[in-house]
């Protein structure tokens, strides 16, 4: 039997917080030198009643835009873009303010409008309208820009897809390519990630799978199975689809210096506070956690409808955690399964 792991009863109490929030299912993948630990909770599918499986592949969210973040500054390393100039002069005339450099779209700090919040201000009935169709960059772009800006260039932090659906176009602009052929050949071959994929405008999550369950806007109204989805809306800042290994390789391998160089992962993990506690950061497509034991853990969460995701490891990359639990719009549960961070990394005991 494995040795007694405190972290992970805590782990599991927080995945069975999610599930009395509302989540049909939730699991979560710690690693540490030598050591796997796994926890899963409730079903990966309501109809079948088949229990969540550690295997199962789900949307990540924005976790992908730390992907995207990576094969932007891979492509910094290599010279091929610089993180101080203007968008503009990669893409000339797509912004209309050229004082907007790459670096704020890797911060959130460019002052273009979220436009997923008037496309989702009404949760299942604007889901419905997009989950079908899809976009070109230029036409997300073009709803953020109907919008009034938030911020004047790099005065303040404000989270915004948009952002990273630029990134996407300065990917595919600078490499000649589709985003899915970066993520393939900078980060997914190299690293052996073999249940990690882009489909974009596919819908379907191939093979076995978490069904997501996206919670109405109405109390008490029926969730909706919200599975199969272009995820258009999302592409770069949203779209990919990974596994909890997957995402502890990923992120392990990240921190651990195997996909920049030393001084791009310095400025990649170089943050501001996104909060007034002081506990949460962001730098470059990356989030930091301040844990209350002290541990800092880097990486990204997600929300696309029907899947909530945690994906973080130490700075080292020695210790990370992929949780996930298959619901959304319904913030308690996206709190309780955040709390596998603290119990995972702290050592914590259940509350
Ligand atoms: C915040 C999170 N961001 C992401 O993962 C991006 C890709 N997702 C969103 O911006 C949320 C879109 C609406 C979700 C929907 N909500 C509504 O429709 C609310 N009316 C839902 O909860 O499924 C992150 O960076 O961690």
């Known amino acids: 039997p494995a040795a007694p792991a405190p972290g992970m009863d805590g782990v599991a109490a927080a995945l069975t917080a999610a599930m009395a929030e509302g989540a049909p299912g939730a699991m979560a993948r710690y690693t540490a030198p030598g050591e796997v630990r796994v926890r899963t909770a409730g079903v990966r599918d309501r109809v079948s009643g088949a229990p969540m499986d550690i295997r199962a592949r789900f949307r990540i969210g924005s976790v992908s835009k730390t992907f995207s973040s990576v094969v932007l500054l891979q492509l910094a390393d290599e010279g091929r873009v610089e993180l101080d100039r203007p968008v503009d002069d990669y893409l000339p005339g797509l912004l209309p303010d050229d004082r907007i450099t790459v670096r704020h779209l890797l911060t959130h700090r460019s002052g273009l409008a979220d436009y997923t919040e008037a496309m989702f201000h009404r949760t299942v009935p604007g889901f419905e309208a997009v989950r079908n169709r899809v976009f070109s960059y230029q036409e997300l772009v073009g709803l953020s820009l109907a919008a009034p800006r938030t911020t004047e260039p790099g005065v303040a932090y404000k ?31 190299p690293l052996g990630l073999r249940q990690t994929s882009y489909v974009h405008p596919d819908t379907r999550i191939e093979g076995l799978r978490v069904r997501g369950y996206l919670h109405p806007d109405e109390a008490g109204a029926p969730l909706v199975d919200s599975t199969e989805q272009t995820a258009s809306w999302a592409q770069s800042a949203g779209a990919v689809i ?56 880097y990486g990204h969460t997600g929300t696309v409808q029907g899947y909530y995701t945690y994906a973080f490891s130490t700075r080292d990359g020695r210790r990370s955690l992929s949780a996930m639990a298959n619901t959304s719009n319904r913030g308690e549960a996206n709190t309780a399964l955040g709390g596998t961070l603290e119990a995972a990394f702290c050592g914590t005991q259940p509350a």
């Open 242 to 297: 990974s596994s909890p290994a997957d995402l502890n390789t990923f992120t392990s391998a990240l921190m651990g210096g195997r996909l920049l160089s030393p001084a791009m992962l310095g400025a990649m993990t170089t943050v501001t506070p996104t909060d007034t506690a002081n506990t949460r950061f962001y730098g470059l497509g990356l989030r930091r956690y301040d844990l209350s034991c002290g541990t800092q853990v």
């Open 159 to 189: 989270y915004s897809n948009t952002n990273f659906v630029v990134v996407g176009m300065l990917i595919e602009k600078l490499t000649g390519r589709p985003v899915a052929e970066a993520y393939d050949s900078r980060i997914v071959k």
